[in-house]
T-cell receptor, first 112, second 113 residues
């Protein structure tokens, strides 16, 4: 089983729709989680960190479910510019273990 | 402007010819890392460094070397490139000694024939 798994998609959604992605992680020691956005042939860029209590940044909401070991990203009122691949990241607790594991990404296509 | 730079951006080379991809950051970040990205496999960590002279293997270190002699630079060395190292490579850096929010370079597309 992969350490971090995502549905590759693509998710094709109309403008204005709400869309949600999940990302599961297998290492229960994972403590830090992030969502990155990657446009085609470009470098990944941090979208948001994921906090235990959940957090929101404008149209984007991130949630963490430790019991089921997944994180989610909700995008409200989708824009054409949201079309990209969304990568989730899990990092185990610090204390010497500094590896980072990325999911393979979920592709989102927002259509007019 | 705060940034991570990589050079070259594109490289086509032949099997066995040693090459170095440079990475430099101007943000005084302690943590730096190299990734490769392949279709269907996502980003996989090659090596990382928590500070000067401190490096460690990621998930796919075979065939690669790194060094961290200065805080700002973290070159990736392929001593004897092979076709299976054809990939898109990203360097990243992060404030602090552990990988929290990472800033990525623009990528280096390497083709080994």
């Amino acid at each position: 089983r992969k350490e971090v798994e995502q549905d590759p998609g693509p998710f094709n959604v109309p403008e204005g729709a709400t869309v949600a992605f999940n990302c599961t992680y297998s290492n229960s020691a994972s403590q830090s989680f992030f969502w990155y956005r990657q446009d085609c042939r470009k470098e990944p860029k941090l979208l948001m960190s994921v906090y235990s209590s959940g957090n929101e940044d404008g149209r984007f909401t991130a949630q963490l479910n430790r019991a089921s070991q997944y994180i989610s990203l909700l995008i409200r009122d989708s824009k054409l510019s949201d079309s990209a691949t969304y990568l989730c990241v899990a990092r185990p607790h610090s204390g010497g273990y500094q590896k980072v594991t990325f999911g393979t990404g979920t592709k989102l296509q927002v259509i007019p | 402007e705060a940034q991570v730079t990589q050079n070259p951006r594109y490289l086509i080379t032949v099997t066995g010819k040693k090459l170095t991809v440079t990475c430099s950051q101007n943000m005084n970040h302690e943590y730096m890392s190299w990734y490769r990205q392949d279709p269907g496999l996502g980003l996989r960590q090659i090596y990382y460094s928590m500070n000067v002279e401190v490096t460690d293997k990621g998930d796919v270190p075979e065939g690669y070397k790194v060094s961290r002699k200065e805080k700002r630079n973290f070159p990736l060395i392929l001593e004897s490139p092979s076709p299976n190292q054809t990939s898109l490579y990203f360097c990243a850096s992060s404030l602090g000694g552990n990988p929290s929010e990472q800033y990525f370079g623009p990528g280096t597309r390497l083709t080994v024939t």
